[in-house]
């Protein structure tokens, strides 16, 4: 509602952000928090900078809101400091590939509704890290891929130097999986949650991390020196300093002692031999009270609530000397004190005390010594994480014989025997049934693709688009071979089970979506459109997909793969040049279909929606039935040569009255009065589901 004020956004967003935060909990953050010099004080106090012009947002007053209260937001909930927020950038959408959530989602490249198939994301099937960095990294490079032809074939130059140097892979990978999580263990550090065991863990990491330059430095390749190199010979001095203060086995939490090494201070060292000292005193004193007693079973002991006393049971209660004094009386025996004993506890427990304190006193001038090179430690690990993703690629570019694209600035994309990943590896290989596709921005533009549902027809238009995404991701693709041109971002339309949820109907979910398609792609786009129109009555979502793809064609003139089982829509391909039509090949047998799979050139004049009804087991009643009605309404909806009328100015008409079998005099009476040429085709089937509702 503030961004409302100042910068008049649509009601239509604003009720959709509303929408969104229905659904999850909100806590209102005061509108001062996001003035522009508000904001700008809090950068301007964290960063310990005059102003922000070297960030390169002074004159962006919407990022300045933004970052200033977030950074305040962080710095009121955390409460802590927090070092490792140690600069801002501006993230551009230029030089990327953009795809939105939805189309994310769609394709399943990070997450999917599956939760059992082992691999059924694009993510899973490439993921082969050893680091969580690593992890995180590849999952940012498949949700932002680049859109730079010259660093794309950077990534894609070291994937193949990785591929065809087995030994060399399996080295790094060997060091790559005993390296500790060091971004997160920065960020502990900034903010100040870092415990001694975290420590030990970047000292550990910070050494093979040095032990993986010494490795990049002699694979003889120049591209990852240059990138990848951890330049961990920079934190050495971080290693020696965590090294010589941190022992080898510190507890968890930091107050409690035994984390610093003695010789790392003087002073703790002659507490720590008082401590030790006083407990080899102990021991003494219980040996040599044992002789003096005469009870074997005596013994020295310590409780935080009594602190040091002397116990003996029951049965030696009578050997008990004068001088002990009663303490605490137990099930099976009595405790006691000394006045020795008292006074030894004092010096003991005193050194402990001042040894604790001394110790989480070095640890936090140890934590603020660190924080210095918290910027060292991410530059570390942002190449390490690089390295790990590089890697990962180039195992799945063997294991899953890959091949490497040609990315370029051109405006085609070629595939050979294109396969889409995961439904390959779910498969096993050699069963998935390849594909190639042309697409231009010439004669082969709009690809229309028919054919029955289960088919294959979402399959086929999905890989497409994942191998686009992987190889300017930096990955090699699934395919014989495969040309990519440039794509600036991914669009796709399908499905609407969230939005259903959210009670619109599958038609608006569709006409949203396509409009933002139709509104932001662009000439290098990639547009997959599956069943659009389908939310509707059957000439309106021809008519709309027919408009559709003119516009995509004539205006947008974006590559396009559009699935539909309006079979109409094929006749387009007739007047503009650049749509062409395919279909996906079915072999019928009888009544039964059988799936091919395969794609080819040309157009599908039936749906075998009927065939794939008795396939999903509808009574054979119900699919004869159907056959009938359809046969009736082809007959009302087609040219006597065969041509739907959709397109051709001539007017669709409903259907006709011997689709049913009737005697009611009044129907007919009804049906005669009809006047269904001076209708809309909506007009004249609503009449008709009237009458039929009211009289059959």
């Known amino acids: 509602d503030t961004y409302n004020e100042d910068r008049n956004l649509s009601k239509h967003i604003i009720e959709r952000i509303r929408s969104c935060a229905a659904r999850i909990c909100v806590n209102l953050y005061p509108n001062w928090n996001f003035q522009r010099d508000t904001a700008a004080d809090k950068l301007m106090e964290h960063f310990k900078v005059l102003n922000l012009e070297g960030f390169g947002i002074a004159d962006k007053p919407a990022h300045i809101s933004a970052a200033g209260a977030l950074m305040r937001y962080l710095t009121e909930t955390q409460k802590t400091f927090l070092h490792h927020i140690n600069k801002i950038s501006l993230d551009s959408a230029a030089g990327t590939l953009y795809i939105d959530a939805v189309s994310l989602r769609n394709l399943e490249i990070i997450e999917t509704g599956s939760k059992e198939a082992r691999y059924a994301t694009v993510y899973s099937v490439l993921d082969n890290t050893q680091t969580a960095m690593g992890a995180r990294e590849l999952k940012k490079w498949l949700k932002s891929p680049l859109a730079d032809a010259k660093l794309i074939n950077r990534r894609l130059d070291t994937v193949e130097f990785l591929a065809d140097a087995p030994q060399v892979r399996e080295r790094i990978t060997a060091i790559l999986s005993q390296i500790s999580d ?60 965590i090294d010589s203060a941190i022992a080898a086995e510190p507890p968890i939490s930091v107050k409690e002692g035994g984390m610093i090494r003695p010789d790392f201070s003087p002073e703790l060292k002659e507490l720590k031999e008082a401590s030790s000292g006083g407990r080899e005193w102990l021991a003494a004193l219980q040996e040599s009270e044992r002789k003096a007693t005469g009870i074997s079973s005596l013994k020295v002991g310590y409780t935080s609530v009594f602190g040091y006393y002397i116990e003996v049971s029951k049965a030696n209660l009578k050997s008990v000397p004068a001088n002990y004094i009663r303490k605490q009386t137990m099930v099976n025996g009595e405790r006691f004190i000394t006045p020795e004993l008292k006074e030894r506890e004092a010096l003991i427990l005193g050194a402990q005390e001042k040894m604790t304190a001394l110790e989480y006193e070095i640890f936090c001038g140890l934590r603020e010594s660190l924080i210095k090179e918290i910027p060292a430690l991410q530059e570390a690990s942002a190449r390490i994480a690089g390295l790990d993703c590089l890697l990962s690629l180039a195992g799945a570019a063997v294991s899953n014989n890959y091949v490497r694209p040609k990315v370029d600035d051109s405006e085609v994309i070629e595939i050979e025997e294109g396969r889409h990943p995961v439904v390959e590896k779910s498969l096993g290989f050699n069963e998935f049934i390849p594909n190639d596709t042309v697409l231009n921005r010439s004669d082969e533009m709009v690809m229309v693709i028919t054919g029955p549902n289960m088919a294959g027809k979402s399959t086929y238009m999905r890989q497409v688009a994942v191998i686009v995404l992987m190889a300017q991701a930096g990955s090699f693709v699934p395919a014989k071979s495969a040309v990519i041109g440039i794509v600036d971002k991914i669009f ?43 939310g509707t009555s059957t000439f309106d979502g021809v008519s709309i997909a027919w408009a559709i793809t003119e516009y995509i064609h004539n205006k947008i003139k974006a590559r396009t793969l559009f699935a539909t089982h309006y079979y109409e829509l094929t006749e387009i391909a007739q007047n503009l040049e650049g749509v062409k039509n395919y279909n996906i090949e079915v072999k019928e047998w009888g009544e039964k279909i059988i799936f091919l799979r395969k794609i080819v050139k040309g157009s599908t004049d039936r749906s075998y929606g009927i065939h794939v009804a008795r396939l999903a087991g509808l009574p054979g009643e119900v699919t004869d039935r159907a056959a009938m009605i359809l046969k009736d309404l082809e007959k009302a909806n087609y040219t006597n040569d065969g041509k739907s009328k959709i397109g051709t100015g001539k007017q669709p008409q409903a259907a006709q009255p011997d689709l049913f079998t009737f005697e009611d005099s009044e129907l007919k009476k009804a049906l005669k009065e009809l006047q269904v040429d001076e209708m809309t085709p909506v007009e004249a089937l609503l009449k008709l589901k009237e009458l039929k509702d009211k009289y059959l």
């Not at 060091?182 to 000292?203: F, H, M, P, W, Y």
């Not at 939005?499 to 932001?520: C, D, H, K, P, W």
Request: proline share 1%; glycine share 6%; aromatic share 4%.
């Open 182 to 241: 060091i971004e997160r263990i920065s960020g502990k550090l900034g903010s100040q949650t870092v415990n001694a065991r975290d420590l030990n863990a970047l000292k550990n990491g910070i050494a093979h991390a040095m032990e993986l330059e010494r490795e990049i430095n002699t694979s003889g390749n120049d591209i990852l020196k240059n990138d990848y190199t951890p330049r961990a010979a920079a934190l050495k001095q971080t290693f020696t300093l």
């Open 492 to 534: 796709t339309r399908v499905g609407a089970a969230d939005y259903l949820a959210r009670g619109q109907s599958t038609f608006m979910v569709e006409m949203i979506e396509t409009a933002n398609i139709l509104n932001n792609a662009t000439r290098r786009s990639l547009i997959l459109l599956d069943e659009v129109g389908r």
